[in-house]
């Protein structure tokens, strides 16, 4: 079948790895891509921008022109709109077209997206191998017996639901990611992204992992789970001779958590690859032997939430126990070995005290991280916090049915209906401090004062913390912040380029055309024995 994955904002990994499992068996399969400029749901939002550069039209008769059998969307809460909507059109110009949605959002809520009647099928959790099966089921002409992970519509209107299954635990048997439907809207030539492992031991209650990894019906399927070091280094190597890529960014949820596989890693990822990268790790797994194998092994920064500086709020509220000590022994550790911490930091966060910031300021002031990457409280459908607000008060049952569709995701960064007034322009005054003070010298970092800025009207602070930040960054050649300004640049060229009719290559180069193996050699040669063996019994 021809297959059509539709993606805005960013590559999904979880998309990339579905894409490599439907080429194996056989599928055609590409992909439709919204750069969603001015609106990527993270950093850069500014409605009249937005506007502009919006190619959601495009998207549609792109989708149109290919005419897939299946089109897929994997949505989180701030895409799931969109997503809707591309889904809903798509149905009207291709009604044979069979829509399946997965992801975060559609696991959180799957009775609520799988009622829209033009989606046909909803995976709830890993979608691995939920999704064969499903396009087996469309493959054949339809489905009445469950799916696991899954829930679909048979044709007097019922809703069938499969068992939730447990996690895969042995990530060796799935294919390495499926980069080059990628290749034309991403820039790998600069940064490329990966994962080594499946899972967070740590259930902070604003994340999705507090829901989860509680779904599968049978308790004893591990949720942290790790590839091999080798099958993990194949995939990179790959990558190199294609893309020749200048960093590498681990989007493990804590990837310094286990200390024996980190060691090999270090090892041969130094002698193998030799790249500089990034990690996404936790306060509570950084020590010396840690930070010396990061350094070692060429990791130039990890980003760390931190959250809040309030440990007793910390504790109750957000599920997290770690306290000022452990961050404070862990930036010592990451400065010893040259390691730079980037720090998130949230603001909004429901019921924690206001003092809370000048505590985070103090801390900042004796231990500045290279960077605080600051972030605003969203309250996400699934999430314990979600729960705790509307257990509190703080949102109603109404408020709640339009997160779940999708709506007022964003309360807290635009709408900020839920924070008083005088308290936003106290967030938004340490909000602009923290990205001052850990670009000034101690001296002036002193004199910064939350009272004198909180005079300043709040968009204004916004938009001097923009400013600051990316000014900053640039000042350094981050390559976090040069990287995102190629992206943007591009796209930008690129946008008004379609306009005019003029094509324009694609953001990658690719540098050796070598052939994409999804398996490593020995994994290819166990997967063939296990398919012929399969044919044998079927036979």
């Known amino acids: 079948m021809h297959i059509t994955f539709v993606g805005i904002g960013w590559e999904q990994l979880g998309v990339s790895l579905l894409s490599a499992l ?4 056989g599928h055609e399969v590409d992909l439709v891509f919204s750069v969603s400029l001015f609106n990527d749901r993270c950093h850069l939002t500014h409605d009249f921008l937005s506007s502009a550069f919006d190619d959601t039209q495009s998207v549609l008769k792109e989708i149109e022109r290919r005419r897939p059998d299946v089109l897929v969307f994997s949505p989180i809460s701030g895409t799931y709109r969109w997503m809707l909507h591309v889904a809903k059109e798509s149905k009207r ?38 999704f064969l099966e499903i396009l087996k089921a469309i493959d054949q002409g339809g489905q009445r017996n469950p799916i696991i992970n899954t829930r679909f519509r048979l044709p007097d209107g019922n809703i069938i639901a499969g068992k939730q299954d447990g996690f895969i635990q042995d990530l060796d048997s799935l294919p390495i990611f499926d980069k080059t439907i990628w290749e034309d809207h991403m ?22 992992n507090s829901f989860f990894a509680n779904l599968p019906q049978e308790s004893s399927s591990g949720y942290v789970r790790y ?48 790249v500089s990268y990034q990690i996404f790790t936790h306060i509570k797994c950084i020590d010396e032997d840690v930070a010396k194998w990061l350094s070692g092994s060429g ?21 997290r126990s770690e306290t000022i000590y452990d961050v404070e022994k862990a930036i010592k550790f990451m400065d010893k070995y040259k390691i730079r911490a980037k720090f998130d930091h949230m ?76 308290k936003l322009r106290t967030y938004k005054a340490y909000e602009l401090i923290f990205k001052l003070m850990v670009n000034m010298p101690r001296s002036l970092r002193k004199k910064l004062n939350a009272q004198v800025i909180k005079k300043l009207p709040a968009s204004i602070c916004g938009a001097l913390t923009f400013i600051v930040d990316l000014v900053c960054g ?47 050699p020995k994994y290819e040669k166990q997967i063939l024995k296990e398919e012929q063996n399969q044919v044998l019994t079927e036979a």
């Open 93 to 130: 110009s291709l009604p044979k077209v069979k829509i399946v949605f997965g992801g975060v959002h559609s696991t959180a809520v799957p009775d609520r997206v799988i009622a829209n009647p033009e989606i046909d099928y909803v995976c709830v959790g890993e979608g691995d191998i939920a």
């Open 299 to 319: 990791c130039r920064s990890a980003q760390i939430g931190v959250q809040s500086m309030d440990d007793e709020y910390k504790k109750r509220f957000l599920n």
């Open 187 to 208: 820039q790998y030539n600069e940064t490329y992204i990966t994962m080594g492992s499946r899972g967070c031991p740590y259930r902070c209650t604003f994340c999705f």
């Open 347 to 422: 603001f909004g966060l429901p019921l924690e005290p206001i003092e809370a910031q000048e505590k985070a300021k103090q801390f900042y002031d004796e231990y500045p991280p290279y960077r605080v990457q600051t972030y605003w409280v969203n309250l996400y459908p699934g999430t314990e916090m979600l729960s705790q607000c509307h257990k509190e008060g703080i949102i109603t049952d109404e408020e709640i049915d339009r997160l779940e569709e999708g709506h007022n995701f964003d309360t807290f960064t635009r709408s900020n209906r839920l924070i008083d007034p005088d």
């Open 474 to 520: 640039l000042a350094k050649f981050d390559i976090d912040h040069t990287s995102y300004a190629k992206y943007y640049l591009y796209h930008m060229y690129r946008f008004v380029m379609n306009k005019l009719s003029i094509k324009v290559p694609g953001g990658t180069k690719i540098l050796d055309n070598i052939e994409y193996g999804f398996y490593p």
């Open 227 to 274: 590839r091999s070091v080798d099958h993990l280094l194949y995939e990179l190597k790959i990558a190199k001779k294609r893309y020749n890529f200048k960093l590498v960014e681990f989007f493990d949820d804590v990837f310094t958590l286990n200390k024996k596989w980190l060691k090999e890693f270090a090892d041969k990822y130094k002698k193998e690859i030799g």
């Open 22 to 25: 439907a080429k194996e068996q």
